[in-house]
């Protein structure tokens, strides 16, 4: 019975790489970059091939015309993640799986934006043009983006420039999610953020403060006036200091960085406190598995301690971009941003964005 099961089980292994051998070799895109498009134009970023920031090309494409759900919008800012990178380099390997074996699937660059809604569907009524709006949609890195009406976004808040608010999709709902869905932050409990001068980082610290949470941020020293400014109440330079030292203990952990053993945040963590783990890795990590080992370490983790080592995806949706619009409209959460850069120096953004010193959000202007 042994001797046949493993002759099943190799003969599906071989099966499973043939199959992904003919994906490999049959996988290709369509690249405008060389295309002449008729009618209205825009510019976009593109990529063509798996690579670095150098491997983006700002094409001239079709301006989109929305169907009957859709709406074409004006892209006024774009915000710039850590995903960007690894959709652009393919990595880890993995990741490919779903992205594109030999090349990218989906060549439009970019997901985070906000901007003024141009024209719309017949069939639309939840926003018409003029409207400003802001959301996530595969391709922002665009002067304009057609958007399916039931996607993730909504009304840009009214105080905030179109920088704050597509500096908000993917980062405040990981932070929101993180702190509301996963760790249920309550007043009155302390929770430490490690990175917490980067994009989800900075969202983090004012959320869990609005809700009367003990912050403590790690960050270098130079970002110390940063962190505190946000509203942290504690400050933890990881240049002279290491957390994991600490005699305080925490109800939650938030890791943006990926750079400790879960031991050395076990130490820290109350006898039943939470540690989320999010982010981290950087192109030098290991191209197969890089980052994607971390959900199997805390799998392996958790059941051997008190504590509990969870990892998350972000889910977008239109509802948590409206709880963060009302906040940042209240005065509540702002939107800090490092750097902004033009279109054309797309390549120079991702290069910052890779090396992981960005304090908060980094931005690009697609009518500049």
Not at 18 to 41: K, Q, W
Not at 251 to 272: A, E, F, H, P, Q
Not at 291 to 304: D, E, G
């Amino acid at each position: 019975m042994l001797k046949w099961s493993l002759r099943v089980f190799s003969a599906l292994m071989l099966l499973m790489i043939a199959l992904l051998l003919i994906a490999y070799i049959r996988s290709d895109n369509v690249c405008p970059t060389h295309s002449t498009p008729s009618g209205e134009t825009m510019l976009g970023v593109v990529q063509c091939e798996y690579g670095g920031p150098e491997r983006v090309e700002i094409a001239t494409l079709a301006k989109p015309v929305p169907k009957a759900n859709e709406i074409l919008i004006k892209v006024h800012a774009a915000s710039v993640n850590p995903l960007d990178w690894h959709y652009l380099r393919g990595i880890p390997y993995l990741f490919r799986l779903s992205a594109g074996l030999r090349k990218p699937s989906d060549v439009m660059v970019g997901v985070d934006y906000s901007g003024t809604v141009e024209a719309v569907g017949e069939d639309v009524t939840r926003f018409g043009p003029g409207d400003e709006v802001f959301g996530s949609k595969s391709g922002a890195f665009s002067q304009y983006l057609l958007v399916n009406s039931d996607r993730a976004l909504t009304r840009k808040p009214n105080n905030a420039p179109h920088a704050w608010a597509a500096a908000m999709p993917v980062a405040a709902i990981t932070a929101l999610q993180a702190i509301r869905d996963v760790a249920r932050l309550r007043t009155g409990q302390t929770v430490l953020i490690n990175g917490a001068s980067g994009g989800v980082g900075t969202f983090a610290i004012q959320l869990a403060k609005n809700i009367g949470v003990e912050v403590t941020g790690v960050s270098s020293g130079r970002n110390r006036e940063l962190v505190l400014s946000l509203g942290a109440d504690h400050h933890i330079d990881y240049t002279r200091q290491d957390f994991a030292d600490s005699a305080k203990q925490y109800d939650v952990v938030i890791d943006l960085v990926g750079n400790r053993n879960l031991s050395d945040i076990r130490r820290v963590l109350t006898k039943n406190g939470i540690c989320i783990l999010l982010g981290g890795g950087s192109p030098e990590d290991g191209h197969w598995v890089g980052p994607l080992i971390t959900p199997v370490k805390a799998m392996l983790y958790s059941p051997f301690v008190s504590q509990t080592f969870v990892t998350m995806l972000a889910h977008n949706n239109s509802n948590d971009l409206e709880i963060l619009a009302a906040i940042m409209e209240s005065g509540q959460l702002k939107s800090v941003i490092d750097r902004e850069y033009t279109l054309a120096e797309t390549a120079d953004a991702l290069h910052y964005i890779e090396t992981g010193r960005a304090r908060g959000k980094i931005i690009i202007h697609p009518q500049q």
